[in-house]
């Protein structure tokens, strides 16, 4: 099974993008978009999607704790569906509940600043967001 899927962490502020190996066993943090406007993050996303081949783009989506859509998950859903149309990908969403969290935890253990190095933590969090779905489909798969 060959696996063609992008995972974003949609932030206000930047998106952090992660891929996979071509059998879709191992996601890893591929680059964090800064945001500029709609075209710019675009534009990033298309070379991405064109150099790997993409079809689908997992987003992670930011439930409330008590699994509700709340304000920012809305926003997200609307930047997905839309990137997801102007891409020509198929879109699938991934709870994201403390991926951040978790990405700033592995940052800590290794010795690194997440407060200094915010766009490794999007990138990882992208990658756990794109790890969770990967293992998602294994587990779904006959």
């Known amino acids: 099974m060959q696996v063609l899927a992008l995972g974003l962490d949609v932030g206000k502020k930047r998106i952090?993008?992660?891929g996979c190996d071509?059998?879709?066993?191992?996601?890893?943090?591929?680059?964090?978009?800064?945001?500029?406007?709609?075209?710019?993050?675009?534009?990033q996303l298309q070379q991405i999607v064109d150099q790997r081949t993409i079809d689908t783009l997992v987003v992670g989506?930011?439930?409330?704790?008590?699994?509700?859509?709340?304000?920012?998950a809305k926003q997200v859903q609307k930047f997905a569906r839309g990137a997801a149309k102007h891409l020509g990908l198929k879109l699938e969403y991934m709870d994201e509940r403390l991926?951040?969290?978790?990405?700033?935890?592995?940052?800590?253990?290794?010795g690194i600043s997440p407060r200094l190095n915010k766009a490794m933590v999007d990138r990882k969090a992208a990658a756990l967001i794109l790890q969770q779905?990967?293992?998602?489909?294994r587990d779904q798969a006959p």
């Open 16 to 18: 952090g993008v992660a």
């Open 99 to 110: 991926t951040s969290f978790t990405a700033e935890q592995m940052m800590q253990t290794s």
């Open 133 to 137: 779905w990967l293992e998602q489909k």
């Open 22 to 43: 071509r059998t879709g066993l191992i996601a890893h943090g591929l680059t964090t978009i800064v945001r500029k406007n709609w075209q710019a993050d675009m534009s």
């Open 61 to 72: 989506l930011p439930y409330n704790m008590d699994g509700s859509i709340g304000p920012q």
